[in-house]
């Protein structure tokens, strides 16, 4: 099983439109987790990268808060636009354990 | 300060034949990692190098294979191909190990 589940796998919204994903992880002992954002074809660009004591970290129209206690994560993406259609990863600890990913289409 | 690349972006071969992959990482950054992104499977770690020794691997055979070099820059090589070999192979580089990777856009290999 998995470590890191992410959900949920595809996400369609109208551009404009806010929309939150999840990322749920059972990896211990913890010490970080990043979000990245990977367009169809290129390498992953890290969004954000939160530690144990921080709950929430902000890129833009992209938040990320951080439940360390109840092991999960959020990414929030507030009036979406079409250039935010892609896949995103959550990924925990230097060791790089990854979620599927969320695919995200932003339609007009 | 340039990111992460890799060459060649696209490549096609047939089953039974051996690939060479590149990673060129960013100034400084002595740490490169590999991965296979899959539809199926999603991201998967390969191996990492660093200062010209493998530190970690994952869970792939023999057949996958990889060095460093004293620039840090690094080969993959993947030697009797199989179609399920198709994907996208990802390089990452870090100052060093366990520090944020920095992705490079990938080498998309197809075995035909």
């Known amino acids: 099983k998995n470590q890191v589940e992410q959900s949920p796998q595809s996400l369609i919204i109208l551009e404009g439109k806010n929309c939150t994903l999840q990322?749920?992880?059972?990896?211990?002992?913890?010490?970080?987790l990043r979000w990245y954002k990977q367009d169809t074809g290129r390498g992953p660009v890290s969004l954000t990268i939160?530690?144990?004591?921080?709950n929430t970290k902000s890129n833009g129209r992209y938040t990320a808060t951080l439940d360390a206690d109840t092991k999960q994560s959020s990414l929030h993406i507030t009036a979406s636009q079409l250039s935010d259609s892609a896949s995103y990863i959550c990924?925990?600890?230097?060791?790089?354990?990854f979620g599927a990913g969320t695919r995200l289409t932003v339609k007009p | 300060k340039a990111g992460v690349t890799q060459t060649p972006r696209y490549l096609i071969k047939t089953r039974g034949q051996q690939v060479t992959l590149s990673c060129s990482p960013i100034?400084?950054?002595?740490?490169v990692s590999w991965y296979q992104q899959t539809p199926g499977q999603g991201l998967q770690f390969l191996f990492e190098?660093?200062?010209?020794?493998?530190?970690n691997k994952g869970n792939f055979p023999g057949r996958f294979s990889g060095r460093q070099f004293s620039n840090s820059r690094s080969e993959m090589n993947v030697s009797t191909l199989e179609l399920g070999d198709s994907a996208l192979y990802l390089c990452?580089?870090?100052?060093?190990?366990?520090?944020?990777?920095?992705f490079g856009p990938g080498t998309r290999l197809t075995v035909l």
């Open positions: 939160m530690t144990f004591s921080e």
């Open positions: 990322c749920n992880y059972t990896v211990s002992p913890f010490s970080n």
């Open positions: 190098y660093f200062s010209e020794t493998q530190r």
């Open positions: 100034s400084g950054h002595r740490s």
């Open positions: 990924v925990v600890n230097n060791d790089m354990r």
């Open positions: 990452a580089s870090s100052p060093r190990t366990g520090l944020e990777q920095f």
